[in-house]
């Protein structure tokens, strides 16, 4: 088992804030990132010709990519060093920015934008290790997690509303730029001031375990993106539909034989982590779902600006931020199900109310329906993180973790990669098909409901406590 290698002296207060609000701005440059890109769409597919499936690309190749490698970051880091991978991450993410924001084309954006993804698996889960080797003190630790997850709240209430604004104001390629001084005054931040740290023995590259992940994630996306395009039975889409099939089988057969797998396949015998995974894909389908039709239907549709856009999405966002923190509270004094079940009901009624827009529905209509989904996905965070560790043998929280992440990444670049083509597909124009794709998300608020009351229910509770004995003995086994 690893050993963290924390700094190799001890840090003053004030050098711990300074460590803390560097990794603060990580959290900034990429939680932003993907709201503000949603709001920037209709001016994106106007300035470069994209068509919908391209503009899914726009989101999804971010989305996917840091899918593929949170896993691979958090192990390099570990290997590496944190500040070092952090350092690496910052770089990337700028690089990927400034070519995003002098892109003459779709496709150079689009590969900006996975270069962007490269850097930002680099950033938030390392960042999070470097809090955790920087303030070694338990209560210190949870107000730093605390000040992080309410960084994160805010920063995504003010991304639609900070996207309108530097979209009308400045351009699309404004959202791209912004991000490289920031990232600048992170990376020197960081060579002053974060120290390094390391695990004492860090985890072995799983280079078979990589390449599947990306043979499974990549080709899912890409088939329900191209479906409409190319046709849903035309060889090229049965064939990634097939690769993918393929890559699961492999993964599941490797991984299970590596002492050290890239994904250990083994946590997911806890109902309680797998329906906490299978939830995260559910819950981020809705929510990028969710951002992509909306940032259509209010540009494209109904003629608002980028910040006009951005300002009636924003009670969405206030209420994810205020929920996300009450969401806690509720957890602690009642468990995850009551949370589950409330989330899923509002995601169900929020984009259930949006099933019923056209084009001279009232502002009103829209920000009660707005209100519903935030409030609903603000509480689903909580009770997602607390089943997925739930009866977890402590050394496997950081795998549970880092798997519980992937599954929320690639749950989000599913429900851009449905929803789009789903319109794209649709003969009865925009708002039609677009009420097809509302009513898929309705069912993934359901879901939520669902899966919630089954993976905290007293079988799942004690199955995960039998799983979570059987890996304890197992690791323990590996380490003789």
Not at 239 to 255: N, P, Q, R, S
Not at 324 to 332: E, F, H, L, N
Not at 346 to 374: C, E, I, P, R
Not at 456 to 471: D, I, K, N, Q
Request: hydrophobic residues 50%; charged residues 10%.
């Amino acid at each position: 088992m690893s050993r963290p290698v924390g700094p190799s002296r001890v840090l003053s207060p004030r050098e711990r804030t300074i460590v803390l609000s560097t990794c603060f701005l990580s959290v900034v440059v990429a939680g932003l990132d993907t709201t503000i890109a949603n709001v920037a769409l209709p001016s994106i597919q106007k300035a470069l010709h994209a068509p919908i499936s391209g503009l899914q690309w726009v989101v999804d190749s971010y989305t996917l990519v840091i899918a593929c490698l949170l896993m691979f970051s958090g192990s390099l880091a570990d290997r590496f060093g944190r500040r070092r991978t952090f350092q690496a991450g910052l770089g990337l993410f700028s690089l990927g920015s400034l070519i995003c924001g002098l892109a003459p084309s779709l496709e150079v954006l689009v590969a900006g934008r996975a270069l962007q993804a490269v850097g930002g698996s680099m950033l938030n889960p390392v960042a999070m290790s470097i809090i955790a080797a920087t303030f070694t003190d338990s209560k210190e630790r949870a107000r730093a997690v605390g000040a992080w997850g309410a960084v994160a709240g805010l920063s995504g209430a003010a991304g639609p509303v900070l996207g309108g604004l530097l979209v009308g104001g400045l351009g699309w390629r404004s959202i791209f730029w912004v991000n490289v001084p920031v990232c600048a005054v992170a990376i020197s931040l960081t060579r002053r001031f974060v120290p390094e740290s390391k695990a004492a023995h860090g985890k072995r590259f799983d280079p078979l375990g990589q390449l599947l992940v990306v043979a499974f994630l990549g080709p899912v996306t890409a088939a329900v993106i191209e479906g409409p395009r190319h046709g849903w039975g035309s060889p090229f889409i049965i064939a990634l539909f097939v690769l993918a099939a393929v890559a699961v089988a492999g993964l599941t057969v490797a991984e299970s034989r590596r002492a050290e797998p890239l994904v250990d396949v083994r946590v997911f015998s806890s109902p309680a982590f797998s329906g906490a995974a299978i939830i995260s894909v559910v819950a981020l389908a809705a929510l990028g779902g969710f951002l992509f039709l909306n940032t259509l239907y209010l540009q494209d549709v109904r003629g608002c600006s980028a910040l006009h856009a951005g300002l009636l999405i924003f009670p969405m966002a206030a209420a994810l931020a205020a929920c996300a923190m009450i969401s806690g509270r509720i957890v602690a004094a009642r468990g995850s199900r009551p949370a589950f079940v409330l989330a899923g009901l509002l995601l169900a009624a929020g984009t259930g109310l949006l099933t019923g827009t056209g084009h001279g529905t009232g502002t009103w209509y829209l920000v009660l329906a707005y209100l519903l989904f935030g409030a609903g996905f603000g509480l689903v965070g909580t009770p997602l993180t607390h089943t997925a560790l739930s009866g977890m043998p402590r050394d496997q929280a950081g795998v549970a973790g880092a798997i519980a992440s992937t599954c929320r990444q690639t749950g989000g670049a599913i429900g851009v990669a449905v929803c789009g083509s789903m319109v794209v597909g649709g003969s009865g124009g925009f708002i039609e098909s677009s009420r097809t794709a509302w009513t898929v998300l309705t069912g993934c608020g359901i879901a939520t409901a669902l899966l919630g009351l089954v993976s905290t229910g007293r079988w799942a509770r004690a199955r995960a406590e039998r799983s979570a004995r059987r890996l304890s003995t197992h690791a323990l086994e590996m380490t003789r």
